[in-house]
């Protein structure tokens, strides 16, 4: 398991790659939200989606990338369909726990009429909330460990 991409904005989607990030207990240092009453703080530090994820919507012709959906933090070798709140895992020297699935909203939909309902059609691909336990230097291409 491993990073695929570490991804910051200044508010909204995409977010853009980049190769080293400060993970903190507020989130990536740099990353900002455009509606910060709904995401962001300390249980919603950074969100994780699957490459596995994604391949599975590029699949249904919704055309995505790492970052697209708004993800800090794009993870290849997880299983989607396995990640449940509370689960821990290693990041490079951070430690992160997964606290609730992304609900995906109305801005999703400039990648195709129809994408949130493929989403919520399969849980796995929502992504998930985490909040940084471990704050830590990261990198793209790190690997994640259970724990």
């Avoid at 080293?20 to 969100?47: C, F, S, Y």
Wanted: glycine share 14%.
């Amino acid at each position: 398991m491993k990073v695929v991409q570490l991804s910051i904005s200044d508010g909204g989607i995409p977010k853009r790659p980049i190769a080293v990030a400060q993970l903190t207990r507020a989130g990536i240092k740099g990353d900002a939200w455009a509606h910060p009453k709904i995401h962001g703080g300390p249980d919603q530090a950074v969100l994780l989606i699957t490459q596995e994820g994604l391949e599975a919507l590029i699949s249904q012709g919704f055309p995505l990338f790492p970052g697209a959906l708004g993800e800090n933090i794009t993870t290849q070798g997880l299983d989607p369909g396995t990640l449940r709140t509370g689960q821990r895992y290693r990041i490079g020297e951070a430690s992160i726990e997964l606290t609730k699935p992304r609900e995906p909203c109305h801005t999703l939909d400039v990648y195709g009429k129809g994408i949130r309902r493929a989403i919520l059609a399969n849980p796995g691909l929502t992504g998930f909330y985490a909040k940084v336990t471990e704050p830590a230097t990261v990198h793209a291409g790190d690997e994640i460990s259970v724990g």
